[in-house]
């Protein structure tokens, strides 16, 4: 009998390969026809048109999601959104139009994009020879302006001619020789073609005309307009919506586009189809941030790194990084108390206090060696557990505190300290297990064991960890940053049924939160 012909097993491999490859491809065409492109919906500023057609433009092109654009006055969109509660992004030629939507609950997340400032504009070679704003209000010079009503640019004009006593002569002299226009091309347009003299409008816009030229005047320079896109409270899309937002503000994205055309950009985020941000975070903040964490990175479409350790060897890994000029450092540091944020201030901007947690004692159920204060700790055979003060903020709390009282060297010459931890997360653990007789721990620590141990206060303004956050000056993504601190900001609830004390209530510190100083700054990349 014929012996069956022998199969060449790289044959069989690489058919069973192709075979697998195919029905990967089959299931991916066949969940693209199932899952379309997003379309989102961006109510635009009209003034902002060319950047962003562009910019919109791009992004298909470069991700295949279409962006429908809808122009109009700022006020004009905003009050299309509240009325149609439809859409994905709000684009304002003023961030007071996207404070208003966010204070009626229009708008959630927003993004800063660029600056711009009022300028008269009117013809090249400025026939009518107009210098000043009182120039405005001459028998032969017709002007444009846009409403008050419908569009920043008359909003922000009335507001600095109101400031400067110019604004009643000029709105008079408008609605009797010239026009009120709802948007800012609209006015440019009619300077373009002559029907008036000069008209007031933004000085990008101006330098899109190439007809016309800008005349400054102090009075109007003195108003800078922040450019502002916002995601809509009730889009359908809101990680698309956001994803497309920090493209339009992106550095090395939409706002190379913005400055092209002679709008003044902020320093935006670099971009990254997801970034990846690491928070550094002292570990009593752990049980409080998970849950923040988690929800703002599925929303926005980033990763976050989140590393929980004792803050001295958190600072320890900072201080190497910085050394030996390795990547890593972090994006954003929660400390366990504003001791060992100080130790590295000058790598990080300016600081929110977040909330803060008792130190306490922390005994075995019952309390059996009855340890009433800190004194008794000092008892000979007492088995004390302590942070380990160069690993860790409790450590360093915890020695300054006793240090205060008399008891930290006796503590150390009759062996009372059995134990020092890493981290603030290790001590309950050393009386659950009975390792110790006593622990110096957090509220917040303890909290987690409230049916297996008992927690004896502490009578000392020194017993208190305060909890603060930054940005570090070196990250490319402060702007999410900040937007990372606003969702802590909004979790009060949170904090405290982790047994925090919350510290953004107070009038002053409600203030810093909404514009701290963690927000990004102008020139802070080393």
């Not at 226009?181 to 005309?209: F, H, L, M, R």
């Not at 990763?303 to 190497?320: A, D, F, P």
């Not at 659950?432 to 303004?461: F, M």
């Not at 000056?473 to 990372?484: C, E, I, N, P």
Request: glycine share 8%; charged share 25%.
């Amino acid at each position: 009998m014929r012996a069956a012909p022998r199969v060449n097993p790289l044959y069989v491999i690489a058919l069973g390969s192709l075979v697998v490859l195919a029905a990967l491809s089959y299931t991916l065409v066949r969940e693209r026809e199932a899952s379309p492109a997003v379309e989102l919906t961006l109510f635009c500023a009209a003034g902002m048109r060319k950047p962003v057609e562009r910019i919109a433009s791009e992004y298909r092109e470069a991700y295949g999601v279409r962006v429908q654009l809808q122009y109009g006055g700022s006020n004009t969109l905003l009050n299309q959104i509240e009325v149609g509660k439809s859409g994905d992004l709000y684009l304002a030629a003023d961030d007071s139009y996207t404070r208003l939507a966010r204070d009626k609950g229009l708008v959630e997340e927003e993004l800063p994009i660029a600056l711009m400032r009022p300028v008269i504009a009117v013809q090249q070679g400025n026939p009518k020879n107009i210098r000043t704003v009182t120039d405005l209000h001459r028998s032969d010079v017709r002007v444009a302006m846009g409403n008050p009503d419908q569009a920043a640019i008359g909003k922000k004009t009335r507001r600095l001619l109101g400031d400067s006593g110019h604004w009643s002569d000029v709105e008079k002299h408008t609605r009797e020789t010239g026009v009120f226009k709802p948007t800012v091309p609209e006015v440019a347009n009619d300077v373009k073609v002559g029907s008036v003299d000069a008209g007031i409008i933004w000085d990008a816009v101006c330098n899109q005309y190439p007809d016309l030229e800008a005349v400054r005047t102090p009075e109007l320079d003195a108003g800078a307009s922040n450019i502002t896109v916002g995601v809509i409270t009730t889009s359908k899309h809101p990680t698309a919506s956001l994803r497309f937002a920090r493209y339009l503000a992106a550095a090395d994205r939409g706002l190379r586009t913005f400055k092209a055309l002679g709008y003044e950009p902020i320093e935006g985020d670099a971009w990254a189809d997801v970034p990846q941000l690491t928070f550094f975070a002292g570990s009593v903040n752990r049980k409080a941030l998970e849950p923040v964490i988690k929800t703002f990175a599925a929303r926005e479409g980033v990763e976050i790194n989140t590393i929980y350790n004792g803050c001295g060897i958190l600072t320890g890994q900072m201080r190497s990084i910085k050394l030996n000029a390795q990547s890593g450092f972090p994006d954003m540091y929660m400390a366990c108390d504003v001791y060992y944020l100080d130790t590295v201030r000058d790598w990080f901007q300016d600081a929110v206090n977040v909330s803060n947690t008792d130190i306490v004692i922390v005994v075995q159920e019952g309390n059996p060696k009855n340890i009433q204060g800190l004194s008794d700790l000092a008892r000979e055979g007492t088995r004390v557990a302590v942070g380990q003060p160069d690993q860790c903020t409790i450590g360093v709390l915890t020695r300054r505190l006793l240090e205060a009282e008399g008891v930290y060297k006796t503590l150390f010459e009759r062996n009372n300290i059995v134990t020092e931890t890493a981290t603030s997360a290790l001590l309950v653990p050393t009386i659950t297990t009975g390792a110790a007789d006593a622990a110096l721990a957090y509220t917040t620590d303890a909290r987690a064991e409230a049916d297996k141990v008992d927690v004896v206060p502490i009578d000392s303004p020194m017993a208190k960890a305060v909890q603060p956050f930054s940005i570090a000056r070196t990250s490319d993504y402060k702007h999410l940053g900040r937007r990372m601190f606003k969702a802590i900001a909004a979790s009060g609830d949170t904090f405290e049924s982790a047994g925090f004390v919350w510290r953004l209530d107070t009038d002053e510190h409600r203030a810093r939160a909404s514009s701290p100083a963690t927000a990004p700054a102008q020139g802070e990349r080393e």
